[in-house]
């Protein structure tokens, strides 16, 4: 077994932080489409004068809330303001343990009114909503992003339940389709 010697271990670890990268980079992991925008901007900012026909936007931020039947909503604050995320054309989901980690969006957002019945059960679905689902009534106007791509930090793969559930291999006891 050969030794590498302490001399040249310290210069591999100093041409290390000396390239501005640790030992430990964060990994970011791809769903959807690619993202093509290098600019990205707060939550806030992106849901300020939003026209009723949408703008483009990309967004980071923090995850707050992933939909824990399929992945295929989630919540994204950056601690101020929220927007909830839907995946374009139903066509990707996202990790389940996606919660709390950093996210890069890229879609449109929109001003959309929601009937009473869907905005209740959009706030059942999550483990910390901002308006309680016994609270709301009538039609309520939600800002939504349909995100054509995300990059999650530390994202990782689907499980395996997961993708069964995805599939429609099998059903995730207690949950209704989204």
Same mark, same amino acid.
């Given at each position: 077994?050969?030794? =590498? ?10 041409? %290390?932080?000396?390239?501005? *990268?640790?030992?430990?980079?964060? !990994? ?13 901007? &707060?939550?806030?900012?992106? #849901?300020? !004068? $939003?026209?009723? /026909? ?11 809330? $992933?939909? %824990? ?8 604050? /950056?601690?101020?303001? +929220?927007?909830?995320? *839907? ?6 989901? $996202?990790?389940? /343990? ?13 001003? @959309?009114?929601? /009937? ?9 679905? *999550? &483990?910390?909503? !901002? $308006?309680?689902?016994?609270? =709301?009534?009538?039609? +309520?106007?939600?800002?939504?992003? %349909? ?10 793969? #689907? &499980? *395996?339940? +997961? +993708?069964?559930?995805?599939?429609? @291999? ?9």
């Amino acid at each position: 077994m050969k030794r =590498i010697s302490s001399s040249l271990i310290a210069v591999l670890l100093g041409a %290390t932080m000396l390239s501005g *990268q640790t030992p430990a980079t964060k !990994e970011w992991t791809a769903y959807g489409k690619k993202l093509t925008e290098s600019k990205m901007v &707060s939550v806030t900012e992106a #849901l300020k !004068e $939003v026209p009723r /026909d949408g703008k483009a936007v990309a967004i980071e931020g923090m995850i707050s809330d $992933v939909c %824990t039947n399929k992945g295929c909503w989630l919540i994204m604050t /950056d601690g101020a303001k +929220q927007v909830r995320v *839907q995946f374009e054309g139903y066509s990707f989901f $996202v990790p389940w /343990d996606a919660k709390g980690k950093k996210i890069k969006a890229q879609g449109v957002v929109k001003m @959309k009114t929601i /009937d009473e019945k869907a905005a209740k059960h959009w706030a059942e679905e *999550q &483990s910390n909503p !901002e $308006v309680k689902p016994e609270s =709301i009534k009538g039609d +309520q106007n939600m800002y939504i992003l %349909t995100a054509s791509g995300v990059v999650i930090e530390n994202g990782g793969p #689907l &499980s *395996q339940e +997961q +993708q069964d559930i995805v599939a429609g @291999k099998k059903k995730k006891a207690g949950h209704d389709e989204n």
